[in-house]
């Protein structure tokens, strides 16, 4: 990874640190971030992931409109480390940890190999 790329994905996660806390305290059954990126096509490369206990919660949580809160929070706290992204409903997504134990035996790595794997 070039000093660059190092200094991006720092910055990246401290933003989306500061995204995570927040919802930690106000969504309901929201309980980690993540992120992938090819820093070859950044920033259109960056995908998040934003994960949730249940898929009740899930649902529960667009019910209550709080995927906007999500875009708006990523947003934010991205633009302040200088990051735009203008696909941002298609480079954020929302998961859960039961979905991961049903369909892919709780290995993340492997069910977030499939979102990198979109990285162009």
Known sequence: MKKSDKKIENAIREALTTVCDGALESVSGFVWITHMVNYDAFPQSLRIVCVFDTDE??????????????????????????????????QVSFDTEEACQRTHAGKWQERLAKVSGRLH
């Open 57 to 90: 919660a899930l649902s529960n949580a667009y019910d209550a409109k709080q995927d906007a809160y999500f875009y708006a929070a990523i947003e934010k706290a991205l633009r302040g480390v200088n990051i735009k992204l203008n696909k941002l409903p298609q």
